[in-house]
């Protein structure tokens, strides 16, 4: 079956709660048989990991399972903007100054609606950045900052490969999404935007007790103390692969990126321009 047919398959059932069966599956202890399964078809790097795959009871803690210390180090130097994720980068540029991305970016949304209605974004810069199934799943700070504020807009989960991507039209901001402002001294407020999907319903922060895909409207939450963070400190976790995009003010970075790399949490990826 190839992508194309999954998508036009999956427009005709509930994939909200597709998604949340998913979990509750991948929540049960019964999962554990399938963790070996899972890591094998799809070559996770298991040395790297904390413990063995005996140590997750099941699936879904193995899917945001914790790295041997070291193992991601963070670029150190003052004006570098650091991976927030294992992925693969689909796209970077420049955003136009209508909100959309440029023509050669391959595929097109509304990154104010992304953000949940933000207008600062307009002409600035934008990375997307795919995490597949066999990566880790955590999303960690680009920036040192802080935070003191952060959206969760409720939304469809379309799965996010290029097929889908390319056949719905504005999918990442159609998804849900969760979305964590950080304030810089040098690259302005970056949007980091955890973009939810098929089977990827369940997204968390460590700023808040929002919990993603359980039903709830959305909300803008203004924390009651701005919370400090500095490059690499966890941000996030996904329960499976998705797809996180950082969003940034005009002229704040110089990306140093390649379509179609792979990239690390805690590599330079760009060069902030403050």
């Known amino acids: 079956m190839n992508d194309a047919t999954i998508v036009t398959l999956l427009s005709a059932v509930p994939k909200n709660l597709g998604s949340q069966l998913q979990g509750f599956v991948g929540r049960l202890g019964l999962s554990r048989h399938l963790i070996r399964w899972y890591a094998g078809k799809y070559g996770v790097n298991t040395e790297e990991m904390e413990g063995s795959?005996?140590?997750?009871?099941?699936?879904?803690?193995?899917?945001?399972?914790?790295?041997?210390?070291?193992?991601?180090?963070?670029?150190p130097d003052a004006d570098a903007l650091?991976?927030?994720?294992?992925?693969?980068?689909?796209?970077?540029?420049?955003?136009?100054?209508?909100?959309?991305?440029?023509?050669?970016?391959?595929?097109?949304?509304?990154v104010v609606k992304l953000v949940g209605g933000d207008t600062r974004y307009r002409g600035g810069q934008f990375a997307v950045l795919y995490l597949s199934p066999k990566d880790y799943h955590r999303v960690h700070h680009p920036a040192d900052g802080s935070v003191s504020e952060l959206a969760y807009l409720p939304g469809a989960l379309w799965p996010v490969f290029p097929a889908a991507t390319r056949q719905i039209e504005g999918l990442f901001a159609k998804n849900e999404r969760l979305t964590v402002f950080v304030e810089t001294q040098n690259?302005?407020?970056?949007?980091?935007?955890?973009?939810g999907a098929y089977g990827v319903g369940r997204m968390t922060t460590e700023h808040s007790a929002v919990v993603t895909n359980t039903g709830k409207p959305r909300s803008d939450e203004k924390l009651s103390s701005a919370q400090p963070v500095q490059r690499g400190d966890e941000l996030g976790r996904f329960n499976l692969g998705s797809t996180v995009i950082l969003v940034m003010e005009p002229g704040t970075v110089a990306w140093e990126l390649e379509r179609g790399t792979d990239v690390k949490v805690g590599e330079r990826i760009g060069r902030i321009a403050g």
């Open 82 to 110: 650091v991976c927030p994720a294992d992925s693969k980068v689909y796209c970077f540029g420049t955003v136009k100054d209508d909100g959309h991305l440029p023509d050669d970016a391959g595929l097109d949304f509304d």
């Open 53 to 75: 795959l005996d140590d997750y009871p099941t699936l879904q803690q193995f899917f945001v399972r914790a790295l041997k210390p070291g193992r991601r180090p963070i670029c």
């Open 187 to 195: 690259a302005g407020r970056i949007a980091v935007v955890m973009v």
